[in-house]
Structure formats: structure tokens, C-alpha cells
């Protein structure tokens, strides 16, 4: 018996998850959980097999939940329950040890495949998203001190703000920017920001 629990904020989401796990005869569901917060003592105390984890979630970030919880647990097996299929946060995800990465548009067929893949010691990574994952590993990640660039851009600071919030000079920002735009293959701030958006960058 397949132990299977869930993390998403979305109610129809668990109920439609719960419903679909009830059908098979060969697992059982063990609880839901509809945020961010306190994930980890859930997951303690129901001990699943399979995680199905949400990575966008309005409390806190998917991605950091699954990174508590493989450092307490390295041995959880994850997949991920998203609609995103931004390049970052597959490549994210990936590397963090999930072992499946599941888009909530697949048929709903593919859970139960998945909790049986990842429960029997295997992946369940579809072609599309496994792509994505290698044409990520391909580019250069960004450096901390870019992504706080980043992050301040896209609050619509100025350079000169940017520069004084970071304790860094004018023309170190204007060099960040640049390794930015050279990474994200923009030229300007705000594809920039829209770029990062839509590529998991920006959380």
C-alpha cells in the first residue's frame, strides 16, 4: 500500500487529489495540508511515502518547503504538484531531490502513475519538463549578489537605490545589470523582470 499525502493551497486541487487516490486499491491517502507553513510537522506526523508539494503557495515558497524537508528527511520522496513550468523552478526543484515534477494540466491519470514510479525507487519526470531541466543546467545560474539586483529592480528601484540598499557603488549596479542581461538575454530592465518572471527567478 502506497501511502500518498498532499500540500497545496488550493482546496478543489487537494479534494479532486483525495478523490483520485480513493479509486486505487493499492493506496492510501494520509492527509492534506493547505500551506506552507508548518509542512514539515505535517509530513512528520503522517510519514508518507509519496509528497505530492505545491510550488507556489501565497505563505511561502514550494521550493523552500521541499528544502526543509529533504534536510529533515532525505530520505521523503517528492513530486512536485505546479502549474509552473518556468525553466528555474524545474531545474530548482530538480536539483533540491525532488523526484517527480507533475503539471496540474497532465491527466489526472498521472498521479497515481507517478506515486507508483517515484514509491517503487524511480522518477517521473515528463520529456517537456526533463528539456526544460537540461536547457536550464546549460546557462549560467545567477550570483547572490545578481539576484539581489534583481530582486530590487523589480521593485522599480533606481540604481542609486540600488546601490545604496546593497552598500555597493552606482557602477557595481550597472555591472550586476549587465551580467543580468547577458544571462537572461535582454536588454533592458524591465524584459528583465518579465524575463526572470517567467523563468522561476523571481519568487
Known amino acids: 500500500m502506497i501511502k500518498v499525502a498532499i500540500i497545496d493551497d488550493h482546496a478543489v486541487v487537494r479534494v479532486g487529489f483525495k478523490y483520485i487516490v480513493s479509486l486505487r486499491l ?17 509530513v512528520q506526523r503522517t510519514d508518507p511515502d509519496v509528497l505530492f508539494l505545491d510550488i507556489r503557495m501565497p505563505d511561502r515558497d514550494g521550493l523552500d518547503v521541499l528544502k526543509e524537508i529533504r534536510a529533515a528527511r532525505p530520505w ?12 528555474n523552478d524545474v531545474y530548482t526543484a530538480l536539483n533540491l ?16 502513475k507517478a506515486a507508483e514510479r517515484v514509491a517503487g525507487g524511480g ?14 543546467k546549460m546557462m549560467p545560474d545567477l550570483t547572490q549578489r545578481e539576484a539581489d539586483v534583481l530582486n530590487l529592480v523589480e521593485k522599480g528601484k533606481s540604481n542609486d537605490e540600488i546601490a545604496a540598499d546593497l552598500s555597493i557603488s552606482p557602477n557595481s549596479v550597472k555591472q550586476y545589470l549587465r551580467g543580468l542581461f547577458t544571462k537572461l538575454d535582454v536588454t533592458d530592465r524591465v524584459s528583465a523582470v518579465r524575463e526572470a518572471a517567467k523563468r522561476g527567478f523571481l519568487r
Open 26 to 42: 493499492d493506496m492510501e491517502f494520509v492527509g492534506e495540508h493547505p500551506c506552507g507553513d508548518g509542512a514539515l510537522d505535517f
Open 76 to 87: 521523503q520522496k517528492v513530486v512536485m504538484l505546479t502549474t509552473s513550468n518556468a525553466d
Open 97 to 112: 531531490g525532488a523526484k517527480g515534477y507533475l503539471l496540474k494540466d497532465r491527466d489526472s491519470g498521472d498521479i497515481a
Open 123 to 136: 522518477k517521473f519526470v515528463p520529456e517537456a519538463v526533463m528539456e526544460l531541466y537540461r536547457n536550464r
